[in-house]
T-cell receptor, first 112, second 114 residues
Framework: QQPVQSPQAVILREGEDAVINCSSS?????VHWYRQKHGEAPVFLMI?????EQKGHDKISASFNEKKQQSSLYLTASQLSYSGTYFC?????????????FGKGTKLTVNP | KAGVTQTPRYLIKTRGQQVTLSCSPI?????VSWYQQTPGQGLQFLFE???????NKGNFPGRFSGRQFSNSRSEMNVSTLELGDSALYLC?????????????FGSGTRLTVV
């Protein structure tokens, strides 16, 4: 039931773009995205709900393809502050009644 | 608004001992979830509590247990510790309106079993 993230790691130069994918074998109600910097707690970025629209936050946006049970996180014109490990979390039923299961994470490194 | 508070931050225990970790959620949040984080495995779901009831449980042995109190504070207990239990234990709280706010994580308790 754990979603699969790809790639496992990405190395970018500042200003480059990246895409992180998250796929599930089960029908999804929602997909969450979090970023965790070294030694810190994961921080919520955004949530995408079934039937909802693509979300965005600054230069980070995400999409949710319900039919394919996939979500993608798009990081545009990356900044040094984007470095960290990105986790997707999935719920297979309406939020609040089902557990949030996370993928193993994608480590993003942005170099100057 | 105070965040999620986990205590203690660090713990060193020996094999066979037991340990209790505490989590105080954001005021007004009634759901608390616990995760185990180890290198390469990401965040493994332990259990989730809502209004003092365990709603969901992950695939961990019975040595891992938890509870939630009427003020929504939660504890997790690990009995008969094994070396493999060494990990960062994170708790996260959420309101029923997760569609807007997602989960808020605490800073975690780093458990080392020697």
């Amino acid at each position: 039931q754990q979603p699969v993230q790809s790639p496992q790691a990405v190395i970018l130069r500042e200003g480059e773009d990246a895409v992180i994918n998250c796929s599930s074998s089960k029908a999804l109600y929602s997909v969450h995205w979090y970023r965790q910097k070294h030694g810190e707690a994961p921080v919520f970025l955004m949530i995408l709900l079934k039937g909802g629209e693509q979300k965005g936050h600054d230069k980070i946006s995400a999409s949710f393809n319900e039919k394919k049970q996939q979500s993608s996180l798009y990081l545009t014109a990356s900044q040094l502050s984007y470095s960290g490990t990105y986790f997707c979390g999935t719920e297979i039923s309406k939020g609040g009644s089902e557990k949030l299961v996370f993928g193993k994470g994608t480590k993003l490194t942005v170099n100057p | 608004k105070a965040g999620v508070t986990q205590t203690p931050r660090y713990l060193i225990k020996t094999r066979g001992q037991q340990v209790t970790l505490s989590c105080s959620p954001i005021s007004g949040h009634r759901s608390v979830s616990w995760y185990q984080q180890t290198p390469g495995q990401g965040l493994q779901f332990l259990f989730e509590y809502f209004s003092e009831t365990q709603r969901n449980k992950g695939n961990f042995p019975g040595r891992f247990s938890g509870r939630q109190f009427s003020n929504s504070r939660s504890e997790m207990n690990v009995s008969t510790l094994e070396l493999g239990d060494s990990a960062l234990y994170l708790c996260a709280s959420s309101s029923p309106r997760t569609g807007i706010y997602g989960y808020t994580f605490g800073s975690g308790t780093r458990l080392t079993v020697v």
